[in-house]
């Protein structure tokens, strides 16, 4: 079955470093997201991407993020100069239509020190 | 702003005792999708509930939806060991075109043996 791939699993960086997360979507699926979860708590929205361009995105979502599709494969997130409360699970997800369900990756652990 | 509240936040049962788990939304939405996520683990689809009235039924889960209440049931009948993890429920906003899966707060379910 086709499956949404993250890597890496785990990040642990210094804060005020930059940092890329990368997600391979389903390959016949239009729409991605990156969502994050501190600590196995509640389910953040951060950004969605559609046609090569930011959908929505969150108050969470500022100038430090960015998010990519540099190919045709690759769906990437990139925090510019971390801080100590980035640290969380990112999980990248991606849909076939507007309103089906999604499929998520298996995340990144990020850790900021 | 839309709110997706789930009750309760933790619950703790005895094998083969049925458990209804609810989730409210606080703006019109068509869909309600439900997800189940093992500790560490992503978050795997469990029903997608398409309109008023829609019920889905997977093994010992019974998902339903009220659109005009706004309400959503997780029901589970004999509950087994291996239900035990968090489950969330998630509406999507459109606006515009634009889409957002917003989660709730997710139940923590654990079945004692």
């Known amino acids: 079955e086709p499956e949404v791939t993250q890597t890496p699993s785990h990040q642990v960086t210094q804060m005020g470093q930059e940092v890329i997360l990368r997600c391979v979507p389903i390959?016949?699926?239009?729409?991605f997201y990156w969502y994050r979860q501190i600590l196995g708590q509640k389910v953040e929205f951060l950004v969605s991407f559609y046609n090569n361009e930011i959908s929505e995105k969150s108050e969470i979502f500022d100038d430090q993020f960015l998010v990519e599709r540099p190919d045709g494969s690759n769906f990437t997130l990139k925090i510019r100069s971390t801080k100590l409360e980035d640290s969380a699970m990112y999980f990248c997800?991606?849909?076939?239509?507007?309103?089906?369900?999604?499929?998520f990756g298996s995340g990144t652990q990020l850790s900021v020190l | 702003e839309l709110k997706v509240e789930q009750n309760p936040l933790f619950l703790s049962m005895q094998e083969g005792k049925n458990y209804t788990i609810y989730c409210n939304y606080s703006t019109t939405s068509d869909r309600l999708y439900w997800y189940r996520q093992d500790p560490g683990k992503s978050l795997e689809s469990l029903f997608v509930?398409?309109?008023?009235?829609a019920v889905k039924q997977e093994g010992r889960l019974m998902a339903s939806l009220d659109t005009k209440a706004r309400l959503s049931t997780l029901h589970i009948t004999a509950a087994v060991h291996d239900l035990s993890a968090t489950y969330f429920c998630a509406v999507i906003r459109t606006t515009s075109g634009t889409y957002k899966y917003i989660f709730g707060t997710g139940t923590r379910l654990k079945v004692l043996a």
């Open positions: 390959s016949n699926h239009l729409y």
């Open positions: 997800a991606s849909s076939r239509g507007p309103n089906e369900k999604l499929f």
């Open positions: 509930l398409l309109s008023n009235g």
